[in-house]
């Protein structure tokens, strides 16, 4: 395990969900200020959604345009279809590319009905590498400490892959689902060093239910034990959460 001797990354608490919505999207806004050829890295899941829609807000109000940025995604559910309701691809549709002037080509996430998911993964590493690599990366954390789907264990190493779920991933990410048993068990996710290589990574966390995750993330040993640690590691990370995800280390964001 490597000595928590990295540069620390940013750290910024505010009071909730909805501010840390409003923050996040106008960093996001002034990437796109300052290049508007700009490569966004995106998530899903709960914790963006407030800030996708603050996005649409600025794009509608200050004719923000993505008519030229491109985005690419963390992660797909394998085996499920992009037009399911429960794809991650949907999911973006719905909570921004729908109404924004994005155009469908500039598009980027794993096809998670693949037959091929080795050749699916290297082409995905390619895409990423020909457009030049990702400028900003918006990032949640999993309550085990994942970022994408790199699941405890992941190596610093990896790379756009086929993995299995955890446990605590499948019950976390069953709120979406009707039932447990429908959530999917395998992703294609992008790897740690997928990630670690973007010019600029903005983690946000909110609720409680993400302190544990952002204390070990912050001052456990950096390793695969929780791969957010890694994050410690990169030259321009910023932790964004709210008071109820600083909970457990608020000494770390005073
Ligand atoms: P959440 O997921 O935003 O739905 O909590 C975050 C993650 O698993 O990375």
């Not at 691809?89 to 994005?102: C, E, G, V």
Request: glycine share 6%; charged share 20%; proline share 4%.
């Amino acid at each position: 395990m490597a000595k928590n001797t990295s540069k620390s990354p940013q750290k910024i608490c505010l009071k909730n969900k909805i501010e840390v919505a409003k923050f996040s999207s106008e960093m996001i806004d002034q990437q796109l200020f300052m290049n508007k050829n700009s490569v966004i890295g995106l998530a899903t899941g709960s914790t963006p959604h407030q800030t996708y829609r603050e996005l649409i807000k600025i794009h509608v109000s200050r004719q923000r345009s993505w008519a030229q940025v491109k985005t690419v995604n963390l992660d797909e559910y394998y085996g499920v279809h992009r037009n399911n309701t429960q794809s991650y691809n949907y999911y973006m549709h719905m909570q921004l590319f729908n109404y924004i002037d994005i155009r469908k080509c500039n598009i980027l996430l794993p096809n998670g009905t693949t037959s091929d998911p080795i050749a699916e993964a290297k082409n995905y590493e390619k895409k990423i590498t020909d457009i030049g690599g990702i400028d900003l990366w918006l990032i949640g954390i999993g309550s085990n400490g994942h970022i994408g789907f790199n699941e405890p264990g992941s190596s610093r190493k990896s790379r756009t892959r086929l993995v299995n779920l955890s446990d605590t991933t499948i019950t976390d990410n069953s709120r979406f689902f009707d039932k447990e048993i429908d959530v999917p068990t395998q992703a294609i996710t992008v790897g740690i060093a997928t990630i670690m290589e973007a010019r600029k990574i903005l983690l946000l966390a909110t609720g409680k239910n993400k302190s544990r995750a952002i204390n070990a993330a912050l001052n456990e040993p950096i390793g695969p034990n929780c791969p957010a640690s890694f994050l410690r590691q990169h030259p321009d990370c910023t932790f964004l959460v709210d008071e109820a995800a600083a909970e457990l280390c608020k000494s770390d964001f005073s």
